[in-house]
């Protein structure tokens, strides 16, 4: 597609609840990051693919995260068991390669109540 | 390990005035360099990065940045803003390919 697309780009859910949040990158686009921003802080690196292989998950949380990319293309971040902290906006970004500029989406938004 | 920090979380003037928004980060380590704008309802966008080479670097809507090693800072700046500047601005810092540190983030509100 011609730019990030993320969705849905506003989630309500309730504490407890599974969600998934997906992204689809910039076609032909080889890396895909995830990233969270708390309001008021600048975004947190959870997790990045190269093709369908989860190269770095060092910065998810918590093992109720966790996401994939099966083909290479589209990916997705799944929070189970959702709580109250997990409120936050989720950023989906992509690149050419590793190193190139990233994209960014417009991000999910989630508030779990 | 790398952090850093956007001294101000809002910064407000005129248009037309210059603008300044500050960046420090601290790394033991050679580090890249970035600037990203978000608009309102909008993603990140890449203003602009340093990498290596030329000190100063220029980015889109006459925006540019200076890299200062010793002073460990890469503050923003524009001569004249406009209206259409008003946006949310963060500073993150790379020392691998793919993992950025950010900021919190400035607010940079124009005034008429």
């Known amino acids: 597609g011609a730019g990030v697309s993320q969705s849905p780009r506003y989630k309500v859910t309730k504490r407890g609840q599974d969600v998934a949040l997906r992204c689809d990158p910039i076609?032909?686009?080889?890396?895909l990051y995830w990233y969270r921003q708390a309001l008021g802080q600048g975004p947190e690196f959870l997790t990045y693919?190269?093709?369908?292989?989860?190269?770095?998950k060092s910065g998810l949380p918590n093992d109720r995260f966790s996401a994939e990319r099966p083909e290479g293309s589209i990916s997705t971040l799944t929070i189970q068991r959702t709580e109250q902290r997990d409120s936050a906006m989720y950023r989906c970004?992509?690149?050419?390669?590793?190193?190139?500029?990233?994209?960014f989406g417009e991000g999910s938004w989630l508030t779990v109540v | 390990a790398q952090s850093v920090t956007q001294l101000d979380s809002q910064v407000t003037v005129f248009e037309e005035a210059p603008v300044e928004l500050r960046c420090n980060y601290s790394?033991?380590?050679?580090?890249?360099l970035f600037w990203y704008v978000q608009y309102p309802n909008q993603g990140l966008q890449l203003l602009l990065k340093?990498?290596?080479?030329s000190t100063l670097v220029k980015g889109i809507n006459g925006f540019e940045a200076e890299f200062n090693k010793s002073q460990t800072s890469f503050h923003l700046r524009k001569p004249s803003v406009h209206i259409s500047d008003t946006a949310e601005y963060f500073c993150?810092?790379?020392?691998?390919?793919?993992?950025?540190?950010w900021g919190a983030g400035t607010k940079l509100i124009i005034k008429p």
């Open positions: 970004a992509s690149s050419l390669d590793t190193g190139n500029t990233i994209y």
């Open positions: 076609s032909g686009h080889v890396s």
């Open positions: 693919f190269n093709y369908e292989a989860q190269q770095d």
């Open positions: 790394s033991s380590v050679s580090v890249y």
């Open positions: 340093y990498l290596s080479g």
């Open positions: 993150a810092v790379s020392r691998s390919n793919y993992q950025l540190i």
